[in-house]
């Protein structure tokens, strides 16, 4: 299933790190950029919703906008940068077999469409193929903090829909994100506790439509344009960590630790980790350090940096009955720098109400902006006005 992509500034700041040429990154940003309607208009949230939270974004390391690219659009770049980094990219490739000896992994067997089956050797095999990782399963990887599934997600691609911003909602029991993206369409996500999913089954598209009428105007807006793709459903999502590396392999992205996609965490996670592994495996086949160290203490690394994000998204994805208040945001994202002025506490359990995000210069370079944490992050907080305005 192609996933949607929102793209934090963290997520930004490492494909733009990895080597993705400006002129790519720049066709991100147009292709993505929040568009902008004659009538700039806002959501209409009905009185008694309570408040909507209208934020930019805070820049970290320089990046101070969301971004979200169709996913075709965005591992096209990817490619083409690995690609033009020197690396041999075969598409249409399987692997269908880990190869071993004596304990430790030799490579790998596959096949692209159609051609007959290869062996390829490696001194180091690498699985970054996602969270049903036939390369974790191969050699075993061990599972640790695994909890079950918790949420189902449903979304598609809509045309027409009036939006000038991304805009994220909580409701008891529902989280819903709605950002403009490629080809102005608009992409909808709604996500809804596993135990539902069962009796959702049987109309995933009235399920999924009477969530966007829990969140203000949001359905009616919805319905006034067309669904250009058939609606996507998953409850494939699954959490866990798996240890990182073992003699021959080591694991990245969603093959190594993998989350329930409501904090739209994963590709932060996956670049992040690509990179932090890219650093350990250079150090350990060049020689600088044993690679045995280097892998280790990146599997240490990446779990400290991911942990408090992990508990929070399962947190969100819980959906605690009775309230649509999300957990408490990891300790190390409450920091604020002193002289930021923080949102009232008095005022903060509205954020649950909505959230919507505005290109922060208008007309100039337009850009989605904001994010659920922007009133306690380090940079301007939000402003909170009351739903009805
Ligand atoms: C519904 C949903 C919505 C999401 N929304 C967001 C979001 O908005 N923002 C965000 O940051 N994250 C989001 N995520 C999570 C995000 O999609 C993943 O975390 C991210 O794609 C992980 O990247 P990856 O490269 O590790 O794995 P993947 O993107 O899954 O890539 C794995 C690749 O390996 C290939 N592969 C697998 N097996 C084999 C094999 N045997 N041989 C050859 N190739 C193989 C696959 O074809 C695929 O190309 C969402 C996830 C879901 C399910």
Redesign the pocket.
């Known amino acids: 299933?192609r996933?949607?992509?929102?793209?934090?500034p963290l997520?930004m700041m490492l494909v733009a790190a990895s080597g993705v040429r400006a002129a790519y990154l720049a066709s991100v940003s147009a292709l993505t950029a929040a568009r902008e309607s004659s009538t700039s208009r806002r959501p209409d949230h009905p009185a008694g919703a309570g408040l909507v939270m209208d934020g930019r974004l805070p820049a970290y390391e320089g990046v101070d906008a969301l971004y979200?690219p169709r996913?075709t659009v965005l591992?096209t770049i990817l490619v083409e940068a690995a690609r033009e980094a020197g690396a041999e990219v075969r598409e249409n490739?399987?692997?269908?077999q880990v190869t071993s000896s004596g304990g430790r992994v030799t490579g790998t067997r596959?096949a692209a469409r159609g051609r007959p089956e290869v062996t390829e050797t490696a001194s180091l095999l690498i699985g970054?193929?996602?969270?049903?990782?036939?390369?974790a399963g191969a050699v075993g990887a061990r599972r640790y903090r695994e909890q079950p599934v918790r949420s189902f997600?449903s979304?598609s691609y809509w045309a027409g829909v009036p939006v000038t911003c991304g805009e994220l909602y909580q409701r008891p029991g529902r989280a819903v994100?709605v950002f403009p993206t490629n080809d102005e369409l608009t992409m909808v996500?709604a996500a809804a506790p596993m135990t539902e999913f069962a009796s959702a089954r049987a109309d995933l598209e009235g399920h999924y439509l009477r969530t966007l009428d829990l969140c203000g105007d949001l359905g009616k807006r919805v319905r006034s344009g067309r669904r250009a793709e058939r609606l996507?459903a998953?409850p494939?999502?699954p959490n866990t960590f798996r240890c990182s590396h073992g003699p021959g392999w080591a694991l990245?992205?969603?093959?190594g630790v993998?989350m329930d996609?409501v904090s739209?965490?994963?590709?932060?996670?996956?670049l992040r980790?690509?990179s932090h592994l890219s650093a350990a495996v250079v150090a350990g086949l060049g020689g600088s350090r044993p690679l045995a160290g280097a892998l280790h203490d990146h599997q240490r690394r990446r779990d400290r940096a991911i942990r408090g994000i992990y508990d929070f998204t399962l947190g969100l994805a819980a959906f605690p009955p009775g309230h649509a208040r999300p957990a408490p945001l990891p300790r190390r994202r409450r920091r604020r720098p002193a002289g930021n002025r923080p949102v009232p506490r008095r005022l903060r359990r509205h954020r649950a109400a909505g959230a919507v995000f505005h290109p922060p210069h208008r007309g100039a370079h337009p850009r989605l902006a904001g994010h659920r944490q922007a009133h306690d992050s380090h940079g301007e907080p939000a402003v909170l006005r009351p739903a009805a305005t």
């Open positions: 299933m996933s949607r992509s929102l793209l934090t997520s979200s996913r591992d490739f399987r692997v269908t596959g970054a193929d996602g969270k049903r990782s036939l390369i997600a979304y994100a996500y996507r998953t494939d999502q990245a992205g969603d093959a993998v996609s739209a965490q994963g590709m932060t996670h996956a980790d690509a």
